[in-house]
């Protein structure tokens, strides 16, 4: 018996990136979600930042921050967060592909500072209702073959 609702929270979770990676035309083998303290999420991406062309770029999500885009360091240490999207914890899948689409486009969106949102108890009902699949247009156009 799962008391703490743990099961529930990493299915929420897991579905919720898993949505946002087919927004951004991400695959799943290359995203990672796992619940704990905090809650934490990451999908890399093969896109470069205009300033960071030698960074791998990846968009990261914490449950007290929401999302934000974040380059590699070529040292193995953490990465370099470079703007929080910063509207709320768990924003719309179309609301992420769009930070990045004006990240990419270099106009510089979302915060600078992290948001840090309070620790919220509705969390996996929060993550539940994007984490569907559902009516939702990719980031990138895939050429039928």
Known sequence: M????????????QAYVAVVADALGVPPESTCAMTGRPASAYIALDERLPGFPDRDLALIWEDTQGWAA?????????????????????PAPREVV??????????????????????CPDLT??????GHTGSHQSMTTRSPS
Do not use: C, K, M
Request: net charge negative; aromatic share 8%.
């Open 125 to 130: 009902e929060r993550l539940g209702r994007h």
């Open 98 to 119: 769009a930070f990045l689409r004006d990240l990419l486009a270099d106009a510089q969106p979302g915060q600078l500072e992290p948001p840090n949102f309070p620790r």
């Open 2 to 13: 799962d008391i703490y609702g743990w099961d529930a929270a990493e299915s929420a979770l």
């Open 70 to 90: 974040a380059i590699e360091t070529h040292s193995g240490e953490d990465v370099i967060v470079v703007a929080y999207l910063g509207r709320e914890v768990v």
